[in-house]
């Protein structure tokens, strides 16, 4: 089967780091993306981790353990901005770009 | 401006009425797809495609079609709408081909409600 798992809400507050986690199981696996949504826009892309390890990209980094089903965004500075829900997708082989969506983390940061 | 153009923005139907939700895109990508999220359940699957001409089912196709005539649209059909279709529709595209990364570009979205 097919599962993601991620936690539904986090609250932080600015210039916290806050690190959103999400556990995997499904039939294949070569990949795992963040997404940040917006309430009321369109997902955007963070990050894309194939190999084990940590990715930093500026304040957001993400780290995959391939041999546990297991990654985290971490959000360093948080800004208000960062208030978002944060998806969390596997993609099954090397060669598709059918993910499977977790059901996303509301990320609420107070000042 | 280059990117993924949904239509219409927000739509309120009938149940049992035709409905085509529109999805353009002008970044030349391969693949398209559709997808719908509802509260709780995040992103799923509905159609996709590879590339024109060839389409595929996802995870939940029931009761929608898809065709993809050419490279740059991706129309969704729902031949006759229930209340359980009501959600937001994403389209999104990728350019697997070149990259392989499976970055997903998505549309702003479209409301549906079927009443």
């Known amino acids: 089967g097919q599962n993601i798992d991620q936690p539904t809400e986090m609250t932080a507050t600015e210039g916290a780091i806050v690190q959103i986690n999400c556990t995997y199981q499904t039939s294949g696996f070569n990949g795992l993306f963040w997404y940040q949504q917006h309430a009321g826009e369109a997902p955007t892309f963070l990050s894309y981790n194939v190999l084990d390890g940590l990715e930093e990209k500026g304040r957001f980094s993400s780290f995959l353990s391939r041999s546990k089903g297991y990654s985290y965004l971490l959000l360093k500075e948080l800004q208000m901005k960062d208030s978002a829900s944060y998806l969390c997708a596997a993609q099954p082989s090397y060669n598709t770009d059918k993910l499977i969506f977790g059901t996303g983390t509301r990320l609420q940061v107070f000042p | 401006i280059a990117g993924i153009t949904q239509a219409p923005t927000s739509q309120i139907l009938a149940a049992g009425r035709r409905m085509t939700l529109r999805c353009t895109q002008d970044m030349r990508h391969n693949a398209m797809y559709w997808y719908r999220q509802d509260l709780g359940l995040g992103l799923r699957l509905i159609h996709y495609?590879?590339?024109?001409?060839?389409?595929g089912k996802g995870e939940v196709p029931d009761g929608y079609s898809v065709s993809r005539a050419n490279t740059d649209d991706f129309p969704l059909t729902l031949a006759s709408a229930v209340p359980s279709q009501t959600s937001v529709y994403f389209c999104?595209?990728?350019?697997?081909?070149?990259?392989?990364?499976?970055?997903?570009?998505f549309g702003e979205g479209s409301r549906l409600t079927v009443l």
């Open positions: 999104a595209s990728s350019d697997s081909y070149s990259l392989n990364t499976g970055e997903l570009f």
């Open positions: 495609s590879n590339t024109a001409g060839t389409t």
